[in-house]
C-alpha cells in the first residue's frame, strides 16, 4: 500500500484561515496522507484540531497522530513563531522518537 | 498577517481582561483543572485531594486501569487547602471511630485559641479554597479496538469510544472557565509528547497558571527527572497520588501559584 504525503509551504498556510488551515490538514490525513506543515500550527489551532478530530472519530477512522517542533518566543516574548507541524492518520503514523528538535516517526501501511 | 495581528489584540485582550479580574473582581474558589493524558491518575489525584480536605470517604470518581475511564468532567465545589492545620497548634476534629492518633491532621481544622492578626494574615497566606475539576484524558485518537483489549465486548467498547471523544472536547472546552491547571504526567512515560506540548502551549498563551506534577513516583521504572528536564520553564512537583507521596509540596506549589 502507498502512503501519500503532501508537504505544505508557509505561503499557502499563511493564506489561509485558522478553520480552513484545519479542514485542509483532517481532510487530507481522513484520506490517508501524512501532512507536513512548512512554519506549522500554533498550540491553540493544535488544539482545535484534536477538537475537531474527535468529532470525526469513527470506526474507520480512529484519529490523528500529530508532531512538531514546540514554537520560539517572537519580538518581546508575545509574539510566538511556530516551527514545522507533521499530521497523519493515527493507523498509519507513529512518533517513536522527538525532541525539541527531533522528530523520529513510523509510518506503516496495514 | 492580518490573522496573526487578530491574535496578536486577542491574546493581549486575553492578558488584560485575566489581569483586571484579578486586581478588582478576585474570586473567592479558584476553578483548578486537572488535565494530562489518560491513565495519567488524575482521578486519583482528585480523590486523593478531595479525602485529605473534605471527607476521606467521598470519591469525585473511579480510577480503574481501562484508559478513558473519566469521560466527563466532574466538578467539586469548596475544597478548602489549608496548609497551616498540619504544623500549628491544631486540635482536629477527626471522623467518627477513629483514633486521634491516625486523624487527618488537614481535614476540620479548629485553632486552640482565637488568631491574632499576624497569624490569620499568615493562615490567609497559607490557605486557598479551590473548585477541583476533574477532566477526561485528552488525546488526538480514540480506537475501539483498546478498549477490547481490557476485555469490554465491541458494543461496549464502541460505545465507551464514542463516549470517550466527547470528553475530550469537554476538556478542552472546560478550558475557557479554569483559573489555573494541575498538569499530571506519568513518571514512567515519555513525557514530551504533542499532547502535553499542546496543553502546555495553550496554557501559556491564555496565561493560565499551571504545576505539572509527575505522578507514579512509586513505581520502580519511574523517572521525574525526565520530565523535570523536558519542561523546565515550569514547576515539576514529583508525586504518587495513589500512596500520597511528596502532596504537601504539591499543595505548596499550588497555594503558591493558583492564588
Known amino acids: 500500500m502507498e502512503i501519500k504525503m503532501d508537504l505544505i509551504s508557509e505561503d499557502k498556510i499563511i493564506s489561509m484561515t485558522s478553520i480552513e488551515k484545519l479542514r485542509f490538514v483532517l481532510d487530507g490525513v481522513k484520506a490517508g496522507k501524512i501532512v507536513i506543515l512548512e512554519g506549522g500550527l500554533t498550540s491553540e489551532e493544535q488544539m482545535k484540531l484534536i477538537e475537531l478530530t474527535m468529532t470525526e472519530v469513527n470506526e474507520d477512522f480512529p484519529g490523528i497522530e500529530m508532531s512538531g517542533y514546540p514554537s520560539k518566543k517572537g519580538f518581546l516574548n508575545l509574539r510566538r513563531k511556530t516551527r514545522l507541524t507533521v499530521v497523519g492518520p493515527a493507523r498509519v503514523m507513529r512518533t517513536i522518537r522527538r525532541d525539541r528538535d527531533l522528530i523520529s516517526a513510523l509510518i506503516s501501511a496495514i | ?259
Not at chain 2, 493560565?208 to 521504572?221: E, F, H
Request: hydrophobic residues 40%.
Open chain 2, 1 to 259: 498577517m492580518m490573522g496573526d495581528e487578530k491574535k496578536l489584540r486577542k491574546r493581549r485582550k486575553g492578558f488584560l481582561s485575566r489581569l483586571i479580574r484579578v486586581l478588582f473582581f478576585r474570586k473567592i474558589s479558584a476553578k483548578i483543572g486537572i488535565y494530562g493524558p489518560p491513565n495519567a491518575g488524575k482521578t486519583t489525584l482528585a480523590n486523593r485531594i478531595i479525602h485529605t480536605f473534605v471527607d476521606e470517604n467521598i470519591d469525585i470518581g473511579i480510577s480503574t486501569e481501562i484508559p478513558h475511564e473519566t469521560r466527563r468532567a466532574v466538578r467539586h465545589e469548596g475544597i478548602l487547602i489549608d496548609l497551616k492545620a498540619k504544623s500549628s497548634p491544631y486540635r482536629a476534629c477527626g471522623v467518627v471511630g477513629r483514633s486521634p492518633t491516625v486523624q487527618n491532621p488537614y481535614l476540620n481544622a479548629i485553632p486552640n485559641s482565637p488568631p491574632s492578626s499576624t497569624q490569620r494574615l499568615q493562615e490567609a497566606k497559607a490557605k486557598l479554597k479551590i473548585d477541583i475539576v476533574d477532566t477526561p484524558g485528552l488525546a488526538t485518537k480514540i480506537d475501539f479496538h483498546d478498549f477490547m483489549a481490557y476485555g469490554l465486548d465491541e458494543a461496549e467498547a464502541k460505545k465507551r469510544a464514542k463516549e470517550a471523544t466527547e470528553g475530550v472536547i469537554e476538556a478542552i472546552k472546560w478550558l475557557d472557565d479554569i483559573d489555573g491547571v494541575v498538569l499530571l504526567m506519568d513518571s514512567t512515560e515519555d513525557p514530551y509528547t504533542q499532547t502535553n506540548i499542546v496543553i502546555i502551549g495553550n496554557l501559556e498563551a491564555r496565561g493560565i497558571p499551571m504545576v505539572i506534577a509527575a505522578n507514579k513516583i512509586d513505581l520502580v521504572d519511574a523517572s521525574p527527572q525526565r520530565i523535570i528536564d523536558a519542561f523546565p520553564q515550569h514547576p515539576v512537583i514529583p508525586i504518587s497520588a495513589l500512596k500520597g507521596d511528596n502532596m504537601e509540596d504539591l499543595y505548596e506549589e499550588m497555594a503558591r501559584d493558583f492564588r
